[in-house]
């Protein structure tokens, strides 16, 4: 490393401590030095149930659908589960998957696998037996921990499997006999530091693993809080999955601040709504297609009182103009917007002062991110032409489980996605290289289409994606879910994009369907996109 970034390097983590001290993040009372021991000890994700029981015993830190843990109760039930699994795997720290949804035993599952060195892979909710089994096969999995929704999918997988969520209603060993038969003691150091695997969307196929071992750098944690400003002793509701990267961070965030971590296993935007007026939450972590739903709630959203919610952060998917208005309509100056990836954790976020200045935009790099645009050659581009994504982050993989990397000799990682740059610095994120299409000469982007259809009052969902063409190559199909059907036809749509959009990016197909069904992390689930082309083929 050069002496001049060894030096800029200094200076960012000088300033990034006074900005976890601003945010409460470091510890101030004598209980959360003494869980700093933990910390020391069993690492950040293993210690962070003694830390909430030293520093917040009788706080509640985690509600859920079942009800509350202090920081005692955390502690004790994620020691007991540590402690087990150490008495089951011996020296050997082992290889743990979790297929679950948002709910304390989630969490509670990784702390304690973390706490005795243990590999933690944290699989996608929307899997199926194939993904489970190919996925447990190539990370060498030792145990699965799987909610009774999943026991199909979970039963491909030979090794040992614990139910959290229901056991009633599946079949083998419920995790809570596995607690129940551990000590409450704080488990020794493990033999090694533990690491997080999260995967990537899998669009294409099996995921890849996106490794993660313990933070190197304050820059990850304080950049993200410098534009998302969380504190301490408040109600956050957590609807993004914990199994993806954007919702793991604030859970992991909120925990550390001796604020309440409040998740809802299935996403009901009612409930949602109540719970964040019963609980007086202060922020709202979500995914764009959450927030359209807690929209078309209506007169019940207009005469809530959300008067203690001062964020929405959206992460996960791309925000549309129409979507942020109407969210800044609805809740006032307090829309956040996170950009990220599997791979790089958030890139760039934007403020509400962002998204007041340019509504379509995805904010500038925090502390410690840098973002280039650049031609197919690697070439950098100037203000406000399209290219490539490239970001390095403090929070970047050096490689995937695999081996390989996505990373060229600078460090820079292609997001595979394709977007600009302002005058400003403010990123816009135009879309997916890999779904791009030419027509007319023209580059047309998907996700473009959907944001436009997404715009009409009577459209409540829609996906768009690129079809074979025997005369063009590929064109453009959208799947549709219309409020009123019998109010609005094919040809008003087309005349409703043609508004917003060029020629070129009129889908030759628009097929109304009843519903899109949507996984946790709101997208669109991929045997759904291909029992749709089937059907419509």
Not at 278 to 307: E, K, N, W, Y
Not at 312 to 341: E, I, T
Not at 386 to 395: H, K, N, P
Request: hydrophobic residues 40%.
């Amino acid at each position: 490393m050069s002496e001049r970034r060894f030096a800029g390097r200094i200076i960012d983590e000088t300033a990034a401590m006074a900005e976890l001290w601003r945010a409460g993040m470091l510890p101030r009372s004598r209980g959360a030095l003494r869980g700093l021991g933990a910390v020391s000890r069993l690492g950040q994700l293993g210690g962070l149930p003694a830390y909430c029981a030293a520093a917040h015993p009788d706080r509640p830190v985690i509600i859920d659908d079942r009800g509350t843990l202090t920081g005692r109760e955390f502690a004790r039930r994620a020691h007991r589960l540590a402690n087990a699994l150490r008495a089951r795997f011996g020296d050997r720290p082992p290889t743990v998957g979790i297929l679950c949804r948002n709910h304390a035993d989630a969490v509670v599952t990784l702390c304690a696998a973390s706490a005795i060195g243990a590999r933690v892979v944290l699989l996608n909710s929307d899997f199926g037996p194939r993904q489970v089994a190919e996925v447990g096969a190539r990370e060498n999995l030792d145990a699965l921990v799987y909610d009774a929704d999943f026991a199909t999918a979970a039963a491909s997988f030979e090794g040992a499997r614990w139910c959290a969520w229901d056991h009633e209603t599946a079949s083998g060993e419920s995790l809570a006999a596995v607690i129940d038969s551990g000590s409450e003691e704080l488990p020794p150091a493990p033999p090694r530091p533990s690491s997080v695997v999260i995967l990537t969307s899998g669009s294409s196929g099996v995921p890849k693993g996106a490794p993660r071992n313990h933070a190197r750098t304050m820059l990850l944690p304080a950049g993200l809080l410098s534009r998302i400003p969380l504190r301490p002793n408040e109600n956050v509701l957590v609807s993004a999955p914990v199994f993806h990267g954007w919702g793991l961070l604030v859970a992991v965030l909120t925990l550390t601040q001796g604020s309440t971590l409040v998740l809802h296993r299935r996403f009901d935007a009612a409930r949602a709504l109540t719970d964040l007026q019963r609980h007086r939450c202060a922020v709202f972590i979500a995914v764009p297609t959450m927030l359209r739903r807690i929209l078309a709630l209506g007169d019940q959203l207009a005469t809530a009182d959300l008067s203690d919610l001062r964020i929405v952060a959206s992460g996960g998917a791309r925000l549309d103009d129409a979507l942020v208005a109407d969210v800044l309509a609805a809740f006032g100056p307090v829309l956040h917007n996170l950009y990220g990836s599997t791979e790089a954790s958030y890139i760039s976020i934007a403020t509400p002062a962002d998204l007041r200045l340019a509504p379509d935009c995805a904010g500038t790099p925090p502390r410690g991110n840098t973002i280039r645009i650049t031609d197919d050659t690697g070439r950098d581009l100037p203000a406000d032409v399209e290219g490539r994504i490239l970001a390095r982050t403090s929070g970047q993989i050096r490689a995937y489980t695999d081996g390989r990397t996505g990373s060229d000799a600078d460090g820079y990682f292609d997001t595979g996605d394709r977007g600009r740059l302002d005058a400003a610095g403010r990123l816009y994120v135009m879309g997916r290289s890999d779904n791009m299409i030419v027509s007319g000469g023209e580059n047309v982007y998907p996700e473009e289409v959907e944001l436009a259809l997404l715009a009409h009052p009577g459209i409540t969902d829609a996906v768009v994606t690129p079809v074979a063409d025997t005369e063009f190559g590929q064109r453009l199909r959208a799947y549709i879910v219309i409020s009123t059907p019998e109010s609005l036809g094919v040809e008003q749509i087309r005349t409703h994009i043609a508004a917003h959009l060029p020629r070129s990016r009129m889908p030759r197909d628009i097929i109304p369907v009843p519903e899109l069904p949507r996984g946790a992390s709101g997208k669109v689930l991929r045997r759904t996109l291909e029992e749709l082309e089937r059907t419509h083929s």
